[in-house]
């Protein structure tokens, strides 16, 4: 049974002046168990809303949402899938323990069993030592590694990341990319991601989907089958970075 | 050509004047308190004792007025009306700001309702408690709480705008329900808010307190302050007004201080 599955998905936005804007077009993705797949696209190509579409955040107007085989508004099990966002968005009153305690808050759970989940997360991202920090306490680095330590505290099957580190700097953010793909591994996650930037699609992805804007649509489905980890100054990924901007650019050159 | 430095780069920055640290604090302070004790000694010396008795008489009238048995009663029984309607006040605005900060549309229909109550003056309210309470403690509890409620829910109301967009955002993805959103987001964006909120509300329904004690109540310090005005006891109303100083200021720096300091400790110091 696939993880995510988009089947003839289309989205229009209303507006306030003028007709309706058409975000996507029907939009068909099957995304199998312990897959990364990464939505690449230009802004503007309707690739966040289709990340909030398998969130369950955006209804689609028209095509199906289904989620380990559930149609996504009978979908109950919240836990399951978390989302990650570009910016940290730690609760600046919480330490950082307590942030990553946030993930299991939406539901009941004994207090015991959820100190141990939260410990146990924060180890697992390395960040046992820093549970008291408050966020202002911490770098960029580590506050990205307490976001993604409450993504993964509720031991979710999916996590979908919007621009995942796009904030970080570039060294740090190699450091959270090779720690993404560990996690995801050990605990046989499926990881969507969305983003802009090439060269992370290729270093995380083994499915890279490319969308088209103005509607979002398809473009091109680009599987990559190089050996993880993959050193982004290395050959093969050069290669693929440079077919997957080609795509791209072609993309532009319709608009 | 050489490039010149000027002149004011090169000299060394100038001394920071020694007028910090604790030490200089309290000597400032101590400065500032004799300077005020030499006017009121200068003006007392050319002013009949009912216009304005001098430092040592008003201090003669509050040692003795402290050992009086009537004192800590009084003083006990205007504290738990103040607090009585502070605490009501609270109860009520804190809960209220939060929902009409959370719900756009009960916000927008209650916020004439806020508007008019705030122009309404503190002394109309405590003529309105005592036609409806007479000689009672809910006169006193009524007018404060007519005072602090408003300010309360204000500051929340206002504080509930400074909620991230991006927390709630969060909030959702993780399917959190709208009870626990309050409790969990909301509530602590606008604390900073509810307690500089709840600070105003004290101090103007500790003040407003008096004034309804003195037109409504048969006990406390306001209505003590009364009777030593009818008097003509100048120096009775000196040593009630250095008692509610006093008490005000331990509030300020034995309560307040302390427990705003405990509260946002997780806020970055600005140095």
Request: charge should be positive; glycine fraction near 6%.
């Amino acid at each position: 049974m696939n993880a995510v599955e988009l089947e003839r998905v289309s989205k229009w936005f209303g507006r306030r002046d003028g007709p309706p804007l058409h975000v996507l077009d029907a939009v068909d993705i099957a995304i199998p168990q312990h897959a990364i797949v990464a939505l690449l696209g230009a802004s503007g190509c309707g690739k966040s809303t289709l990340l909030n579409m398998i969130a369950g955040l955006v209804e689609p107007d028209d095509g199906a949402v289904r989620l380990n085989g559930i149609p996504a508004h009978a979908f109950r099990d919240w836990r399951a899938m978390t989302y990650m966002f570009q910016e940290d968005r730690l609760l600046p009153w919480r330490t950082a323990a307590q942030n990553v305690a946030f993930g299991l808050e939406a539901g009941s759970m004994g207090r015991a069993e959820r100190a141990r989940r939260v410990e146990e997360t924060l180890a697992l991202v390395g960040l046992a030592s820093f549970r008291d920090a408050f966020p202002h306490e911490l770098s960029g680095g580590m506050r990205s590694r307490v976001a993604l330590a409450r993504s993964l505290v509720t031991e979710p099957k999916i996590l979908l990341l919007d621009e995942p580190f796009s904030k970080l700097d570039p060294d740090i953010r190699a450091q959270m990319h090779a720690e993404l793909l560990r996690i995801a591994r050990l605990r046989a996650m499926t990881l969507v991601f969305v983003t802009h930037d090439v060269e992370e699609a290729v270093v995380l992805a083994d499915h890279v989907v490319v969308l088209h804007p103005r509607p979002g649509r398809i473009g091109e489905v680009r599987a990559i089958a190089l050996a993880y980890p993959r050193d982004p100054l290395s050959e093969a990924v050069s290669e693929e970075v440079r077919r997957l901007r080609i795509s791209l650019s072609a993309a532009r050159a319709r608009c | 050509m050489l490039v010149r430095t000027p002149p004011d780069l090169l000299r060394a920055p100038p001394r920071a004047v020694a007028w910090r640290g604790p030490a200089a604090a309290i000597l400032r302070r101590s400065a500032l308190l004799a300077l005020a004790l030499i006017a009121w000694q200068v003006g007392a010396q050319h002013a009949p004792s009912f216009v304005l008795p001098s430092p040592a008489r008003v201090w003669s009238a509050w040692s003795s007025l402290v050992v009086q048995p009537s004192f800590s009663a009084d003083l006990g029984i205007t504290l738990g009306r103040i607090g009585a309607g502070f605490a009501l006040a609270t109860l009520v605005g804190l809960p209220l700001g939060l929902l009409l900060g959370a719900s756009r549309a009960l916000g927008s229909f209650f916020e004439p309702a806020l508007t008019v109550i705030n122009t309404v003056s503190s002394t109309i309210w405590a003529i309105f408690a005592l036609i409806w309470f007479g000689l009672s403690n809910w006169t006193t509890i009524f007018v404060v709480f007519m005072t602090a409620m408003p300010l309360i829910l204000t500051n929340v109301w206002q504080g509930t705008r400074t909620v991230s967009a991006e927390h709630l955002e969060l909030a959702r993805t993780f399917r959190m329900p709208r009870r626990k959103v309050l409790t969990k987001i909301y509530l602590p964006t606008i604390l900073p808010a509810f307690f500089s909120g709840a600070r105003l509300a004290f101090g103007f329904g500790a003040r407003v307190s008096l004034v309804a004690e003195s037109l409504g109540a048969s006990s406390g310090i306001g209505y003590r302050l009364r009777q030593a005005a009818d008097l003509v006891q100048t120096d009775q109303v000196f040593a009630w007004t250095l008692t509610l100083v006093v008490l005000m200021l331990g509030l300020e720096s034995l309560v307040l201080k302390p427990l705003e300091r405990h509260l946002f400790a997780w806020k970055k110091r600005v140095a």
